[in-house]
């Protein structure tokens, strides 16, 4: 997770810098999936998961309960980590609706010079 908080710091920079586009069907695409992805995590449909499973009064099911819901909510858990998902996807927003403005400049400058 740290590598994509990282990877998304850097598409946000790319854009604001202007170093590409993205057109503007292209990108209420990606605004689309990222909405989605955002009220899934606000929705709390992931918080079951950090229940503890009913596997089963095996021994085996019985051992290995606790550990899945640890996994699920510890520190490195999947719930931990899907909680850091809302910066990146923050992150993907703003490159995105920059990278939307970069198009917009770049049609407006190349439209200019049709017009002369």
């Given at each position: 997770m740290d590598q994509m908080l990282e990877n998304m710091k850097n598409f946000k920079a790319s854009?604001?810098?202007g170093q590409f586009t993205?057109?503007?069907?292209a990108g209420e695409d990606l605004l689309r999936v990222i909405r989605m992805l955002r009220e899934w995590?606000?929705?709390?449909?992931?918080?079951?998961?950090d229940q503890k499973p009913m596997l089963g009064g095996s021994y085996g099911a019985r051992a290995m309960?606790?550990?899945v819901q640890q996994v699920a909510s510890d520190q490195q858990?999947?719930?931990?980590q899907l909680t850091r998902l809302?910066?990146?996807?923050?992150?993907?927003?703003?490159?995105?609706?920059?990278?939307?403005?970069?198009?917009?400049?770049?049609e407006h400058a190349v439209a200019g010079t049709f017009r002369k």
């Open positions: 854009a604001t810098s993205v057109s503007p069907a995590l606000t929705g709390g449909n992931q918080r079951t998961l309960a606790p550990f858990g999947f719930l931990t809302s910066d990146v996807l923050s992150d993907a927003e703003s490159g995105v609706r920059q990278a939307m403005a970069n198009y917009r400049q770049n």
